[in-house]
């Protein structure tokens, strides 16, 4: 029994390797065949085993949406993940632009913090918001053409506001020595 069984398994990859043909004798009877006979039509072809591999996954990148004249737009001010100590809430936000922004072309910053957009109108790489809520905020810019188009995009970055009032003590206060 081992034996037939080694032979059978033995002889699956030559019969799956194999053409079939199918014809007809002079009887009538239908004959399938793995030698080919005068008249007689393939069916079955050796089959090549193919893979073709999932895309690979897109990370997002600071690439622009379309093709641009800008090669860079960095968010430099705050860092990701810092935490901004204010008690007003203010906040500076420094971008780098890479080269420098066609303003003559009606091209635009944009700063969106926590999905709300902020149009820079001056058209400075500085800019400073105020009366941000305490806790975490995110930071996205954008150079926008005038059709309002986006030519380029930064990376999106979170960062931390932390409103802690100034605590003075009074100067009559004990102290606790």
Same mark, same amino acid.
């Given at each position: 029994?081992?034996?037939?069984?080694?032979?059978?398994?033995?002889?699956?990859?030559?019969?799956?390797?194999?053409?079939?043909?199918?014809?007809? =004798?002079?009887? *009538?009877?239908?004959?399938?065949?793995?030698?080919?006979? %005068?008249?007689? #039509? $393939?069916?079955?072809?050796? @089959?090549?085993?193919?893979?073709?591999?999932?895309?690979?996954?897109?990370?997002?990148?600071?690439?622009?949406?379309?093709?641009?004249?800008?090669?860079?737009?960095?968010?430099?001010?705050?860092?990701?993940?810092?935490?901004?100590? =204010?008690?007003? *809430?203010?906040?500076?936000?420094?971008?780098?632009?890479? %080269?420098?922004? #066609? $303003?003559?072309?009606?091209? @635009?910053?944009?700063?969106?913090?926590?999905?709300?957009?902020?149009?820079?109108?001056?058209?400075?790489?500085?800019?400073?918001?105020?009366?941000?809520?305490?806790?975490?905020?995110?930071?996205?810019?954008?150079?926008?053409?005038?059709?309002?188009?986006?030519?380029?995009?930064?990376?999106?970055?979170?960062?931390?506001?932390?409103?802690?009032?100034?605590?003075?003590?009074?100067?009559?206060?004990?102290?606790?020595?």
């Amino acid at each position: 029994m081992k034996i037939r069984l080694a032979l059978v398994v033995s002889l699956v990859p030559l019969i799956a390797a194999a053409e079939i043909y199918k014809s007809v =004798d002079s009887e *009538g009877n239908v004959v399938f065949s793995d030698q080919p006979t %005068p008249g007689a #039509k $393939i069916i079955l072809q050796e @089959l090549t085993p193919t893979y073709a591999p999932p895309p690979l996954p897109q990370a997002e990148t600071n690439a622009p949406a379309i093709a641009s004249y800008y090669t860079a737009l960095r968010i430099r001010k705050p860092a990701p993940g810092e935490t901004v100590r =204010d008690a007003t *809430g203010a906040l500076t936000i420094d971008l780098e632009v890479v %080269p420098p922004l #066609k $303003i003559q072309e009606g091209h @635009l910053l944009t700063v969106a913090v926590d999905g709300k957009n902020l149009t820079s109108h001056d058209n400075t790489t500085q800019l400073t918001i105020s009366n941000l809520a305490s806790g975490a905020h995110t930071l996205k810019a954008q150079i926008t053409d005038a059709a309002g188009q986006v030519q380029y995009s930064s990376g999106s970055i979170t960062f931390h506001m932390q409103r802690n009032p100034s605590v003075k003590e009074p100067a009559n206060a004990p102290s606790g020595r």
